[in-house]
Nanobody, 120 residues
């Protein structure tokens, strides 16, 4: 089984920064795409940023220029550096990964979520 464990959420003032981390552990042969999604109260879960392999990235328009996604393949970890945070960034942030077990096809996994709250 695979687990995604997020950390780094919290409360920050507008204009501040946070760095989220998500470490994948378990029976993993390789990981293809890793990403971050978020869900605000009363809204649908949306893609924030995604990274495929080591360098191909895409971002939601609302976070371009403020957030940076990166990964450490040796540690099976993905990061989200969030700068210039705005109150509208407040949400539960979820890690997502396409993991390849040693004896199966790719399986998509979700983390448990970490709360990010930006005060005005």
């Amino acid at each position: 089984q695979v687990q995604l464990v997020e950390s780094g959420g919290g409360l920050v003032q507008a204009g501040g920064s946070l760095r989220l981390s998500c470490a994948a552990s378990g029976s993993i042969f390789s990981i293809n795409a890793m990403g971050w999604y978020r869900q605000a109260p009363g809204k649908q879960r949306e893609l924030v940023a995604r990274i495929i392999g080591g360098s191909s990235t895409n971002y939601a328009d609302s976070v371009k220029g403020r957030f940076t996604i990166s990964r450490d393949n040796a540690k099976n970890t993905v990061y989200l550096q969030m700068n210039s945070l705005k109150p509208e960034d407040t949400a539960v942030y979820y890690c997502n990964a396409d993991c390849l077990p040693p004896d199966s096809d790719y399986v998509n996994y979700w983390g448990q979520g970490t709360q990010v709250t930006v005060s005005s």
